[in-house]
C-alpha cells in the first residue's frame, strides 16, 4: 500500500522564485491537509482541502500562498515570490473519509530559499 | 485559540525504563489526541490515538487521557534506543484540523 507521496523532496528557490509542492494522498484518502514545520517548531496547520473544494484555509498567510485539490492529479500548495521566512518543512497528509482526524502524514517537502 | 502545550525537554531515560510523555491542553471542546513520533529530518508517524477517557494500550504504547483535567499522556514500557525521537502531541478540537505541541525530545540512554 503506498502511503503518501509528495514531490519533490528537497527544493531550492531564490527570492521571488515559485515555489509548487505536490502531494498525493493515500489512495482512497479524499481529505487533505497541508501543514509547515519551521525549524526546532511544531506543526502548524495551513489548510484542509477535499476534491475540488478547500474546506479550511485559516491557517494560509494571507498573501502568496494558494492550495488546490483538483478532481484528477495531486494536491498543490504553490508559494508565490519566495522569502527566506518561507524556508520550512511543508507536510501532506491525507485521511480516510470516516476518519477526518486520523492524518497520515508523507515525508515532506524541505524548501530552501537563498 | 485552542493550545497543546508540551515539555520540549530533553527528557534522557535508561533502556528498559518508563518514559512518561505529558501534554495539556486549553480547550475541553476535545474530541480526540494523537501522538505522533518524529525522528530527526523525517515525518511525522502516527503512533498512537486516544477518544475518550482512560487508557489505551497497544505494546509497549500506553495513551492516557483525562478530559476533566485537560491532559493526555504517553507511557513508554521497556525504553529501547529506536524510540529516541521527538514525540509530538496532537488535538482534534472538533474542526478536522490537528493542533500539535511543540514536541518532546527524547534520549534512550543505553
Known amino acids: 500500500n503506498a502511503g503518501v507521496m509528495q514531490n519533490p523532496r528537497h527544493l531550492v528557490r531564490r527570492r521571488g522564485q515559485e515555489a509548487r509542492l505536490r502531494c498525493s494522498p493515500v489512495?482512497?484518502?479524499?481529505?487533505v491537509y497541508w501543514y509547515r514545520q519551521l525549524p526546532e517548531e511544531g506543526l502548524k496547520f495551513m489548510v484542509y482541502?477535499?476534491?475540488?473544494?478547500?474546506?479550511?484555509e485559516s491557517g494560509m498567510p494571507k498573501e502568496r500562498f494558494s492550495a488546490e485539490f483538483p478532481k484528477e492529479g495531486p494536491s498543490i500548495l504553490r508559494i508565490q515570490q519566495v522569502v527566506r521566512g518561507d524556508s520550512a518543512a511543508y507536510f501532506c497528509?491525507?485521511?480516510?473519509?470516516?476518519?477526518?482526524?486520523?492524518?497520515?502524514f508523507g515525508p515532506g517537502t524541505r524548501l530552501t530559499v537563498l | 485559540q485552542k493550545e497543546v502545550e508540551q515539555n520540549s525537554g530533553p527528557l534522557s531515560v535508561p533502556e528498559g525504563a518508563i518514559a512518561s510523555l505529558n501534554c495539556t491542553y486549553s480547550?475541553?471542546?476535545?474530541?480526540?489526541f494523537f501522538w505522533y513520533r518524529q525522528y530527526s529530518g523525517k515525518s511525522p508517524e502516527l503512533i498512537m490515538s486516544?477518544?475518550?477517557?482512560g487508557d489505551k494500550e497497544d505494546g509497549r504504547f500506553t495513551a492516557q487521557l483525562n478530559k476533566a483535567s485537560q491532559y493526555v499522556s504517553l507511557l513508554i514500557r521497556d525504553s529501547q534506543p529506536s524510540d529516541s525521537a521527538t514525540y509530538l502531541c496532537?488535538?482534534?478540537?472538533?474542526?478536522?484540523?490537528?493542533?500539535f505541541g511543540t514536541g518532546t525530545r527524547l534520549t534512550i540512554i543505553p
Open positions: 497528509a491525507s485521511s480516510p473519509r470516516e476518519h477526518t482526524d486520523t492524518q497520515y
Open positions: 489512495k482512497g484518502h479524499s481529505h
Open positions: 482541502l477535499q476534491k475540488e473544494n478547500i474546506i479550511d
Open positions: 480547550d475541553r471542546v476535545s474530541q480526540s
Open positions: 486516544i477518544y475518550s477517557n
Open positions: 496532537a488535538g482534534n478540537f472538533g474542526n478536522e484540523k490537528l493542533t
